[in-house]
């Protein structure tokens, strides 16, 4: 996928004043939150087992080819074709390869958050091959010719209104009003797709080395389908999606349907091991994975390498106070939220994604729903200083940061400066006590609200003027 | 070199062996062939009951009966409450239950794009979670549970086990390697992709109704 992450400022500016996306977020907003919070309360050790996921995670990166060697030959011995991919390129070309020395007009799909990084659908189309997205909102995003705005729920910014014109023009039916009903027309038009289809997509929530098995986890029962209806399947994902046992699943599964919408498990959760068996009335005649690793390996040997322990659960986002006000599409590219500051810019490269590791408060939210733990702040500040050593900052930035670093190391010069300026600000805001506009890079400040004024002296006056009257 | 050497070669050097890895340590070999148990939630809950009210949170119904032979005619009783055609397809090992007795007509066979009623036995339960676990195989079609409208699943009450650990667990010491698929299936299909509003019957089964079985 195309990055846009460049425009955040402009784009976040907009979405900000965008009445209806703001009326989808503010509706959304509390969904996930409120019933993840709910559920965890289910697990008296939640946090035991938080940190064991995140030691397993741990675990595994650090004996990645190890467990990826052991995944790949459990899954060449139950039949399953694997694929390696170094490019965005190389995973697309595959899957057309593989489309077309089996005769494949027409393709179902089931969310991949992967496709979207490569841009799976555009260049399969592009080679007359027709690509069915089936995830409710995934269909919803792809009608719209949009891309999706959230990991797990990616036609969240629009609202029940938008859906209804859409499916009305592009179903060429009555308009329907009702979230059921529309569900239940999409139902109706996808299903004979599901059963004509010549190969299924499906991404794949975790490998298991184990066992070589491939897993999804749904609610909605098209991922099952498409592992089982069409006579090639093809699954797409990453290295980092590789866990050991079957043991260590369970242990995620406590925590990815719980962290992600609130459940305390999905509905369908398939896993796959090869193509259909002998005698079997259903399953592919052919199985194909395609590992792919693209930033991956660079993150892995990078400072930022926690953040590979991800099982995108979308919590981060979720709970993002930033995310909450702008939505999924600000942030320009597959991922948004936290994790999205962090992976866009270690994936596609820092100069691209300049603004991302700034886009948050820092207040931590993200840290303490993480289910495998990642420190997102402690990344995203890291980021920021790579940005300054990469001399990436705007100007202003950086002659602010020197002109502070210059005064704080001169204690009796910095006593001076900030008194003259405690003052001259409680002359600029006179008898209202409110600055209403300022210069330079603090006008981005008052243009949305006013900066209350000093009371004309410092904290260091007030606090060597308390320690005399205490003595006394 | 292959993409695969490539990309090994990247995370061995990423992982700087002898640095990274040895310091969180941990044998794969053993790791994978023994696969230790993680720390476990309370589990002192009565497994039945437990499921049972899982299922039920999951928005599955429920009924129990004493034994498989009145599988038919809980079929049907569930079916005529609810305005439910009474043809439906089951997996072979339903094949010798007397179905046309209680006004069903039965078919052994696989489901196809229009059947409404799916029958399936499953292979455990798990109580944790109030979920059915189904191994594909000659004798379970997997599109049984999937392309009706209806699934219809019986679960024998001594095969309910407690966590996702133990269904592993029975798998791996009665069945060896895995199927070509194990569905773990909880509830009707759902979503809420439009203003977060829960709808049953995205894709696959509207209903699911779970007949526990005593012996
Ligand atoms: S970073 Fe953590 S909270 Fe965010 S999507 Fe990944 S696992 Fe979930």
């Known amino acids: 996928m195309e990055i846009t992450s460049q425009d955040f400022k402009a784009v976040s500016g907009a979405k900000l004043k965008d009445e209806k996306l703001q009326k989808a977020l503010f509706q959304a907003k509390d969904g996930f939150v409120v019933s993840r919070a709910k559920v965890i309360k289910d697990l008296d050790n939640f946090e035991t087992i938080r940190q064991a996921a995140s030691d397993v995670r741990d675990h595994c990166l650090a004996h990645l080819d190890e467990y990826l060697e052991a995944w790949e030959s459990q899954a060449k011995a139950s039949g399953t074709v694997v694929h390696w991919a170094e490019s965005y390129e190389e995973l697309n070309a595959l899957v057309v390869k593989i489309a077309q020395d089996n005769q494949v007009k027409k393709i179902i799909k089931s969310k991949s958050m992967v496709g979207e990084e490569t841009g799976l659908n555009k260049y399969v189309e592009g080679h007359g091959i ?14 719209a010719g949009e891309y999706p705005s959230h990991i797990i729920a990616p ?17 060429q039916r009555p308009r329907l009003e009702d979230a059921e009903k529309l569900t239940h027309e999409a139902r109706e038009i996808l299903r004979p797709h599901f059963l004509d289809a010549d190969m299924g997509i499906t991404g794949a929530n975790f490998m298991i080395a184990e066992t070589g098995s491939t897993v999804i986890v749904t609610n909605e029962g098209n991922g099952r389908m498409t592992t089982t209806m069409p006579r090639v399947h093809v699954a797409i994902s990453s290295i980092e999606k590789c866990i050991p046992t079957l043991d260590d699943f369970a242990l995620m599964m406590r925590l990815l349907p719980r962290s992600a919408t609130g459940q305390v498990i999905s509905n369908y959760v398939s896993m796959t091991t090869g193509p259909k068996r002998e005698g079997d009335h259903d399953g592919p005649e052919e199985f194909h994975v395609i590992i792919l690793d693209v930033g991956r390996t660079r993150v892995l040997g990078s400072e930022l390498r926690d953040a590979l322990r991800c099982i995108r659960c979308g919590a981060c986002m979720n709970h993002c106070p930033v995310y909450q006000n702008v939505g999924g599409h600000a942030y320009g590219w597959v991922y948004p939220g936290p994790i999205g500051s962090v992976l866009t810019p270690a994936y596609n490269g820092i100069e691209n994604a300049i603004d991302l590791p700034n886009a948050a408060t820092l207040c931590n939210q993200c840290g303490v729903v993480c289910p495998v733990k990642i420190p997102l702040p402690d990344l995203m500040r890291k980021l920021r200083e790579k940005q300054y050593e990469k001399d ?26 900030t008194r003259v300026m405690a003052r001259a600000g409680k002359m600029l805001g006179g008898s209202s006590g409110q600055i209403k506009t300022m210069i330079f890079a603090a006008q981005e400040w008052t243009k949305h609200r006013d900066l209350p004024t000093p009371r004309g002296r410092t904290f260091r006056d007030i606090y060597v003027n308390n320690k005399k009257v205490n003595k006394r | 070199m292959s993409a695969r050497e490539n990309i090994l070669s990247r995370i061995r050097s990423a992982n700087k062996v002898g640095e990274i890895r040895d310091a969180i340590g941990g044998a794969v070999e053993d790791r994978l062939t023994t696969h230790p148990a993680s720390p476990l ?5 009565n497994d039945t009951e437990r499921f049972k009210q899982r299922c039920e949170d999951a928005a599955s119904t429920l009924d129990e009966i004493s034994q498989m032979d009145d599988v038919p005619e809980a079929v049907s009783r569930y079916l005529t409450e609810n305005n439910l055609p009474t043809s439906l397809v089951c997996w072979p090992e339903f094949k010798k239950l007397l179905w046309s007795k209680s ?7 696989s489901a196809l794009g229009d059947d409404k009623v799916g029958v399936t036995g499953s292979y455990c339960a798990v109580a944790e979670t ?3 676990v189904l191994l594909s195989g000659q004798e379970h079609h997997a599109t049984t549970s999937l392309l009706p409208e209806t699934h219809i699943a019986v679960v024998r009450r001594n095969r309910i086990v407690k966590t996702m650990e133990e269904a592993w667990q029975l798998i791996r010491s009665e069945v060896g390697s895995l199927p070509r698929q194990v569905a773990f299936i909880s509830g009707p299909s759902r979503t809420a992709d439009i203003e977060m509003t829960l709808v049953y019957g995205a894709h696959g089964p509207f209903r699911v109704h779970v007949i526990i079985v005593d012996s």
């Open chain 1, 155 to 171: 036609a969240t910014h629009k609202s029940k209104e938008d859906v209804s014109d859409l499916f009305a023009e592009k179903h």
């Open chain 1, 392 to 417: 990436l900052k705007s100007k202003t930035e950086k002659w602010s940061i020197k002109l502070w670093a210059y005064l704080a190391v001169r204690p009796k010069l910095y006593s001076i400066v």
């Open chain 2, 103 to 109: 006004n069903v007509e039965a078919e052994i066979r």
């Open chain 2, 130 to 132: 109030g979920t059915l």
């Open chain 2, 41 to 45: 939630p309370d589990l002192t809950w």
């Open chain 1, 130 to 143: 027709e690509v069915k997205e089936t995830d409710l909102g995934e269909y919803i995003i792809q009608q």
